[in-house]
């Protein structure tokens, strides 16, 4: 369809990421940034793409969406790629045995729209063509997304998966339906922060012998993850859980003999 | 996006048909059928196709969609494919000049919804890939859909807009239904186990010397309990956390002597 005008500027306006986890077709990659395109949203993120990057068959599948294929920028993990989010939604076809919030586009969109309008940076997680994203790549995420498709027939191109969350986003702003005030909740922390904590609690549960056998620690660890990427923690919040997590950890040093380790980031406020 | 249930059988509910009007490329039909395909669309009709029917590209494109390439129609004018029905909306992403009613997608997937509930035919016509519908096309239609895409590029692939019609039409239908699958999120706990684990949780973090001083104390277990009040947690979850507050503190004592309290309750699923 054509009716592109081209005397129209782009506009970069605050808009959600688009990330997609190891691509493995160059196609898929530009088709994805024309989805984009069509819908003003312009920041795409590349986790691992299989043939590397630059990628030809993706400027050419980006049909001139040259100003969302410039600016793509490439990561060799999920983590990193989401670490200055604070709200993050994986898209997903299939049941997974996580405990998250289950949104369709709509509400996802919605969700993502007000959480941008109070400055925060928010992003859409997509994963491989052949069998999505991974357990513990959902586990990082603070919701998922899925499609109201046929059970018979559920299997979204990525690409189209990417059409469909541009335009229920751009529906979303259009509509300017953002409530004249949220719940006053301090703003999620960068995914960063998280991701470390999660690095705290985990080294120091292999320490204390949690995961009784090494099979079964990634299931516990997705289950731990799941429960603090639900609860949208703030800087604070992270601050005041690696404090207790040092807390208890440190606790028979103090007990054992003088409390030297004063300086320890327990307890502050 | 895999997450297709072989075991489910195809349902022909009545739908709108999609017409494709003098397509180029057997891969924009296939990608059509399997946009149609994902949303329980099956009544594709193609006009004039350059490449003649079938077409071997356009099956490969479908991605087993098979249902719908089987029964696809080809027909020599666009008033032919849509003689046997009494509302046809042409997609378009100019404007023309033409006195037609436009509607965004969403208020005409609802049009075509009430039309088709009331035992009606109803279509939606595509265009070219280069230059979209002749306006003499768009003449026999009742009204125009166009997409609230950017001005500055808004050149839609024939394959998305039919996927967004798709997924627009079977919103509509399905308004107030429900996703293919919830979170499967467990129901919270009931209070009082939550209370326990606050018990627990501060009892052990007094031990530990964590509240630095008495006066502090009331707000840091404010702010402690808004977080896990927050998370909805289950009763695996609150047994989960239990288990890693109880594990870090005994961790010194399997450190600093035989592990004699092994019927603790750390690390259980």
Redesign the interface.
């Known amino acids: 369809?054509?009716?592109?005008?081209?005397s129209?500027?782009?506009?970069y306006r605050p808009s959600p990421a688009i990330i997609l986890c190891e691509p493995q077709l160059g196609e898929n990659i530009g088709?994805a940034a024309?989805?984009m395109?069509?819908?003003?949203l312009w920041d795409l993120r590349v986790v691992n793409p299989r043939d590397g990057w630059p990628n030809e068959r993706a400027v050419a599948a980006a049909?001139?969406?040259d100003h969302v294929i410039e600016k793509v920028r490439i990561f060799a993990t999920v983590q990193e790629a989401i670490a200055d989010l604070s709200m993050v939604f994986a898209?997903?076809?299939?049941?997974r045995?996580l405990?998250?919030?289950?949104y369709?586009?709509?509400e996802g969109s919605q969700r993502i729209v007000s959480h941008i309008a109070g400055g925060a940076g928010a992003g859409l997680l997509?994963?491989r063509e052949?069998?999505?994203l991974l357990n513990e790549e959902i586990a990082l995420a603070d919701?998922?997304v899925?499609?109201?498709?046929?059970?018979?027939?559920?299997?979204?191109?990525?690409?189209?998966?990417v059409?469909?969350m541009s335009?229920e986003w751009?529906?979303q702003v259009?509509k300017g339906e953002v409530l004249p005030f949220d719940g006053g909740l301090d703003a999620p922390a960068p995914r960063e922060e998280l991701h470390n904590m999660f690095g705290h609690?985990e080294e120091?549960?292999d320490?204390?012998?949690?995961?009784?056998t090494e099979d079964?620690r990634p299931?516990?660890v997705n289950?731990?993850r799941a429960?603090?990427a639900?609860?949208?923690?703030s800087s604070?919040?992270i601050r005041?859980?690696r404090?207790?997590?040092s807390?208890?950890?440190?606790?028979?040093l103090?007990?054992?003999r003088p409390?030297k380790d004063s300086a320890d980031e327990?307890?502050e406020?």
């Open positions: 369809m054509a009716g592109t005008d081209k129209q500027e782009i506009i088709t024309r989805a395109a069509n819908f003003g049909s001139r969406a898209t997903t076809a299939r049941q045995d405990q998250k919030p289950v369709g586009p709509e997509f994963g052949r069998w999505g919701a998922i899925t499609f109201p498709v046929e059970s018979a027939f559920a299997s979204l191109n990525i690409a189209q998966a059409l469909l335009y751009r529906r259009d609690l120091t549960l320490r204390s012998g949690f995961f009784k079964k299931n516990m289950n731990l429960i603090f639900r609860a949208s923690l604070q919040e005041t859980i404090g207790v997590i807390s208890i950890d440190r606790m028979h103090r007990h054992g409390p327990g307890g406020e």
